[in-house]
């Protein structure tokens, strides 16, 4: 297994069916040191089953997953975090009946088992994430918005290489959006290495270093923002083969 | 409340506990306020595993049992010291929970609580046929004159069990309390809470969860112990049944779940209770006391199903 230099997260022919389904098809792609990738993909291309099967939720039909030269591949998710690979869901999961401040500590605690340092270090992502007035409100309590920040501020306290965001605008009003692009900005530009699954076309073009297309649980373009945008299979995925000239 | 006035008034209360049987003398008073503090150190114990780690068991009497069992089998048959039978019964109970959370939490939710039940019966139906052990007659604790610490066992007056019996809730509050502010209880209240997000956040969570199914086994089988040595007679009948499980569970719950206080609560309100109907309304032939004590718990249960913890934090919001 050789690694690419500078290479942190290479996807290798990665497949995952359910049953006569197939969610992902032959998969490859890679992300290197602190680059940004955006994910997209109409409805059911596969992109949130793809973070499953990279973060060990769902263990892979065939392929290889492998992280800074190590496979990971069908590793448990508890491990693949432990290696440095942070993430958020789709279906938000916050920790409901625990506040703002101990939902990160919970991330926290991997790096440390004191929970004075927990709590500096809690106190910190909350900070970074624009969150720290509500520290001590109960999660449950938060807009979604405010839960997607959370989410972050948590995946964050982890001290990631790579951090997966699982739909980073949606369901989120107007207003929060630009707010939550810089957010995403800032921790890239931190050194963590990104990967983003995101509907909104305008965030993706704005803040990713290269996309990656998927459609029907294949790779149909991998490229930079603007040459994935003006590709004629992207825009057939998403419109349908009458705008594609 | 200010840290200051909660040690005063916890040491206060510290002082009135161990004053208590020294004001009541008569065997009732004492008696009740060991069943109390018996059954508060047990829904502690259970409510490490399943109020602060979600994991809901309705088969700790098993554990209960083993502690009792443990420690009446060594003395009958060893001579041991009941105190050292107390400590392998925990280890033993330790042990029995590793082997029964290693398939058992593969499942999640309800299944869990299921699958509990189901070995809360089969061991019961071992022990019921298990004749060395007393089968379905049970075993005596040998009596043992005069009343000796070494032999746990004193019949002139229950103060002795009272100060032991306290000294157990007390390390159960205790050990839960440490637990409350370590990294282990935060990955506890995680895991209850999303155990997908509890992964992702590099937690293993099979681990933490047969941590907290340890925690709370030993401890439990401390109380099983204490029980054998306090009424000197054991029987699958009294030390493994399914109603215990579920009693065990119903003061926690009545008290209020993953909170320090919420089982004491629970106990210092339902053994009362449930030794004041079977007095005054037991022996009547007609179960009065049973339906009573159901009703209530029913009406806690539809009112608050948060406890009376959670019925006095939202007292404390509203005054402010």
């Not at chain 1, 190590?70 to 448990?76: A, Y």
């Not at chain 2, 029995?96 to 869990?112: D, E, K, M, T």
Request: charged content about 15%; aromatic content about 8%; overall charge positive.
């Amino acid at each position: 297994m050789s690694a690419q230099p500078g290479t942190l997260l290479d996807v290798r022919g990665v497949t995952k069916r359910f049953g006569g389904l197939v969610a992902n098809k032959d998969i490859s792609f890679r992300v290197s040191h602190g680059e940004l990738v955006g994910i997209i993909g109409p409805n059911g291309a596969g992109k949130s089953t793809l973070f499953d099967v990279l973060t060990g939720f769902q263990p892979p039909d065939s392929g290889a997953v492998i992280l800074d030269g190590e496979p990971i591949t069908s590793r448990r998710p508890d491990e693949i975090s432990r290696r440095g690979v942070g993430r958020t869901f789709q279906k938000l999961k916050p920790f409901n009946q625990m506040t703002v401040l101990e939902n990160v500590m919970v991330g926290a605690f991997q790096k440390t088992g004191d929970p004075a340092e927990a709590h500096a270090r809690a106190l910190e992502c909350l900070h970074q994430v624009g969150l720290k007035d509500k520290a001590q409100a109960h999660a449950r309590v938060l807009s979604t918005g405010q839960r997607k920040r959370l989410e972050m501020a948590r995946a964050l306290a982890i001290r990631p290489r790579l951090l997966l965001l699982d739909e980073v605008t949606g369901g989120v009003d107007q207003g929060s959006i630009p707010g939550l692009i810089e957010l995403v900005r800032a921790m890239n530009a931190g050194g963590v290495a990104m990967l983003v699954i995101e509907h909104n076309m305008r965030v993706i073009m704005g803040i990713s270093h290269r996309v990656v297309a998927l459609h029907l649980g294949e790779v149909i373009c991998d490229g930079p923002p603007q040459a994935v945008v003006n590709d004629r299979r992207v825009i057939e995925a998403y419109l349908g083969g009458a705008y594609a000239r | 409340m200010p840290r200051a006035r909660r040690i005063v008034l916890g040491g206060l209360a510290l002082l009135a506990l161990l004053a208590f049987p020294l004001v009541f003398t008569l065997p009732f008073p004492r008696h009740l306020m060991i069943t109390i503090f018996l059954y508060a150190m047990l829904a502690q114990a259970w409510n490490l595993l399943a109020g602060y780690c979600g994991q809901i068991s309705l088969g700790h009497a098993v554990f209960f049992g083993t502690g009792a069992y443990t420690s009446t089998i060594l003395v009958n048959q060893l001579g041991v010291t009941p105190w050292a039978g107390m400590l392998v019964g925990a280890v033993l109970a330790i042990a029995l929970s590793q082997a029964i959370g290693y398939p058992v939490f593969r499942l999640r939710g309800h299944y869990f609580a299921i699958a509990t039940i189901a070995v809360g019966e089969i061991v019961q139906t071992l022990m019921i046929n298990w004749d060395w052990a007393g089968g379905a007659r049970g075993l005596f604790v040998p009596m043992k004159r005069p009343d000796s610490v070494v032999n746990f066992q004193f019949h002139d007056s229950k103060q002795t069990y009272y100060y032991i019996a306290l000294g157990l809730l007390l390390l159960a509050l205790w050990i839960t309390r440490r637990t409350e502010r370590s990294r282990t209880g935060y990955y506890f209240r995680a895991i209850r809470e999303d155990q997908d997000a509890a992964a992702s956040l590099g937690i293993p969570v099979t681990r933490y969860k047969q941590r907290a199914m340890a925690l709370s086994a030993g401890l439990t089988a401390l109380g099983g112990t204490f029980y054998a040595q306090y009424i000197l007679f054991i029987d699958p009948e009294s030390v493994l049944p399914l109603s215990l499980s579920i009693l065990i569970c119903l003061v926690a719950v009545l008290g209020g779940v993953g909170t320090l206080w919420g089982p004491v609560i629970g106990a210092a309100i339902l053994v009362p209770l449930s030794e004041g109907t079977r007095i005054y309304l037991g022996g009547t032939g007609k179960a009065l006391d049973l339906l009573i004590y159901g009703a209530l718990i029913m009406l806690i249960s539809v009112i608050q199903p948060g406890g009376i913890m959670a019925l006095a934090q939202r007292g404390r919001r509203r005054t402010g």
